[in-house]
């Protein structure tokens, strides 16, 4: 791809996102999270006092950010969250885990029990791909045993290579590894 764009780091909360991109903004990359920007647009909520979390307006961040984001930017950026592949992005990085690792790193953060199972259940489901447009170029990585590093060295592969392949040619699939 010609010039700067945008790169959405997907996945289910904690696959690795924010460190994923955190890595890439350490080489140069300019870093926007989902969050963020629902804030600037005044497209999220208060804080849902039965999950902790903040609901953002994606459809009308989505409008919001169709002519904020009319063109290239400047600079490549990426945006991290979990909502992130269905913004104006041009690319898609889904971030994997292996189901059971998951659930620990996500008790490890304090998670409530039924917060946990519904982004297992996401995730098992496989998150990001049942919501993704066709046509954008999607890869994915298992953070459970790839090293982050590693990933963050694949993913600049895959750019510099102008984002081939097009898509995963074996897609994770967590029911048919019988991680469930």
């Known amino acids: 791809m010609e010039g700067a764009f ?3 780091i997907s996945g289910t909360p904690g696959t ?35 999950d902790g979390a903040r609901p953002i307006d994606v459809k009308n961040l989505q409008q919001k ?16 969250g979990h909502l992130s592949h269905l ?7 889904i971030l994997r885990c292996r189901p059971e690792e998951l659930r620990e790193r996500l ?10 199972d519904e982004n297992v259940d996401w995730e098992i489901l496989g998150g990001p791909w049942t919501e993704i447009e066709d046509g954008k170029p999607i890869i994915e990585f298992d953070t459970s045993c790839e090293r982050i590093e590693s990933i963050v060295a694949a993913i600049l592969q895959w750019v510099s290579d102008d984002f081939k392949p097009r898509s995963p040619r074996n897609p994770i699939d967590w029911v048919g590894k019988g991680e469930v």
């Open 107 to 116: 008790a490890g953060r304090s998670y409530p029990n039924q917060k946990i």
């Open 65 to 80: 950010l169709k002519s904020a984001w009319e063109g290239m930017p400047n600079k490549t950026t990426v945006i991290d």
């Open 87 to 93: 913004l104006g992005v041009d690319s898609v990085v």
């Open 6 to 8: 945008r790169l959405a």
């Open 16 to 50: 690795g996102k924010s460190t994923v991109a955190s890595l890439l903004g350490d080489l140069g990359y300019r870093i926007e999270t989902v969050e963020s920007l629902a804030e600037e647009f005044g497209c999220i909520e208060e804080v849902d006092p039965r």
